[in-house]
């Protein structure tokens, strides 16, 4: 019999196919080469050189992967999903990149976009040259997007956008801003170039978590753009919404990366670590600890290769999203926090991963829909009762 790996204790690796192990190999060999090497320095000084990045990660193609046509790659779902987990086993900040570029506003482009639109965005964007952010959340309405205040005026055939997004990834460093709107007619999506008088895109700093990933603020004050900067086919909340559930998607994956990277480490670290006499790894308290850790990561893994088969038959729904990303980020951040125990004191620092990967998923935790907000919309389906107001 084949020696138990940790990673895959079920075998899902021969659920995949040769493209998708190939694809993963690409990614990991990218993000062990290039990214890893320079992390714990980005995250410690919270600044990370974003355009070479979007260029690297352009070069292989795994900006906006499972689009298709613009210079986009057109894979499916499942080596999408593995390239997220690849990049998150380095950093979350770094798969915040590929979600808010690719799933978020390359999306929004060529979901909603005119075609005109897909032509002038989509292949600078897929090869990283050009990089987007997308404005939903606000000060006052994250949970909540539908109570947004940010709203678009027409005046002649222009519009005016005034009001202030938060939390932006990547906004700081973005060519182009998908901005939602309140309108008359409901919200509506808007494209703002970077350099649009009264647009402006202040950095938020002193973070504790995604401290290697751009987060700003989003001023729109009294900006006035064409009337071809609408989407046209974006109407309603379901717009944005719709966008959420590819970058849910890649989380659900994503989330599994900084898992395993902190089970990687808890157990080199275990192995190693004497405590009275004997090996951290022998005793039985910690194996108990990394049985669980490693039962509940193989557990992810086939509900995230579950659903990225459903998204490949073109029947994954929104609700099966929210169970994939409740389940997997709550899981992954509980990893990270239980590999900091066993790694005592080492676990605290920056030589490790594991409190830089639990830190991260705070934010992980939070965006694309809160937990909460996720245990909302599986208590919907369950009762057809909706609690969120
Ligand atoms: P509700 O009345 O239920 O729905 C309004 C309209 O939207 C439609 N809809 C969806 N459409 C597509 N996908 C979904 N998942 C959808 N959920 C709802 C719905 O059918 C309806 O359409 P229509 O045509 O009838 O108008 O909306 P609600 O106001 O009650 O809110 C529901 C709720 C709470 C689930 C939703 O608003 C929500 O998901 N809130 C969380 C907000 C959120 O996730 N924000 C994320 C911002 S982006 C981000 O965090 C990026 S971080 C990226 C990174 O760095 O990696
Ligand atoms: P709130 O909505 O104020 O929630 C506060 C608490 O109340 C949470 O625990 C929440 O679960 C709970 N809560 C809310 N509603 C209910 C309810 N009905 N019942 C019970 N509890 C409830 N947004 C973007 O648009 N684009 C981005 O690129 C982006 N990037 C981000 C990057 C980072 C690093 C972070 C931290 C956030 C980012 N966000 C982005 C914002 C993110 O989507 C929001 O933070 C998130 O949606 C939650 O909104 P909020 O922070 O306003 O919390």
Redesign the pocket.
């Given at each position: 019999t084949p020696p138990v790996h940790p990673f895959d204790l079920l075998d899902i690796d021969g659920l995949l196919s040769e493209e998708e192990r190939e694809i993963r190999r690409t990614v990991r060999t990218l993000g062990e080469r290039e990214l890893r090497p320079h992390v714990a320095e980005w995250f410690e000084s919270g600044r990370i050189p974003a355009r070479e990045l979007a260029r690297l990660l352009g070069g292989i193609g795994v900006l906006g992967m499972h689009l298709t046509g613009y210079g986009c790659a057109g894979t499916e779902a499942v080596p999408y999903g593995l390239a997220c987990l690849e990049l998150e086993a380095v950093d979350s900040g770094l798969r915040?990149l590929v979600s808010?570029q690719g799933s978020?506003a390359m999306y929004a482009i060529w979901k909603y976009g005119s075609e005109e639109q897909k032509r002038r965005w989509l292949p600078g964007m897929a090869a990283g040259e050009t990089i987007g952010?997308?404005?939903?959340?606000?000060?006052?309405?994250?949970?909540?997007?539908g109570s947004m205040r940010t709203h678009a005026k027409r005046e002649g055939t222009d519009w005016i956008l005034n009001g202030t997004?938060?939390?932006?990834?990547?906004?700081s460093v973005a060519d182009v801003a998908v901005v939602?709107a309140r309108t008359e007619e409901g919200v509506r999506g808007f494209l703002v170039p970077a350099g649009t008088p009264g647009f402006s895109a202040p950095e938020i700093t002193r973070?504790l978590?995604?401290r290697a990933?751009v987060?700003s603020e989003l001023v729109l004050d009294g900006v006035r753009l064409p009337a071809d900067a609408q989407l046209p086919g974006a109407r309603g909340l379901s717009g944005?919404l719709g966008c959420l559930n590819e970058a849910r998607f890649g989380i659900v994956f994503g989330a599994l990366g900084a898992a395993r990277d902190c089970l990687e480490a808890a157990l080199s670290y275990a192995a190693d670590r004497t405590v009275f006499a004997r090996s951290l790894a022998s005793y039985q308290l910690t194996q108990q600890k990394l049985a669980d850790m490693a039962v509940e990561l193989n557990k992810g893994m086939l509900l995230a290769l579950h659903l990225g088969r459903l998204k490949d038959a073109g029947r994954l729904t929104p609700e099966q999203v929210s169970v994939g990303k409740l389940n997997n980020v709550r899981e992954a951040i509980a990893i990270a926090r239980q590999c900091r125990t066993l790694l005592g004191a080492n676990g605290i620092t920056l030589e490790y991963p594991v409190l830089r990967h639990a830190n991260n998923l705070?934010?992980v935790l939070?965006?694309?829909?809160?937990?909460?907000?996720h245990a909302?919309v599986i208590g919907k389906a369950l009762t057809g009762e909706q609690?969120?107001?």
């Open positions: 915040s808010v978020l952010c997308f404005g939903l959340t606000e000060p006052d309405a994250g949970s909540d997007p997004k938060m939390w932006i990834t990547n906004g939602w973070k978590s995604l990933s987060t944005p705070e934010s939070t965006y694309e829909g809160t937990s909460e907000v909302l609690a969120f107001r």
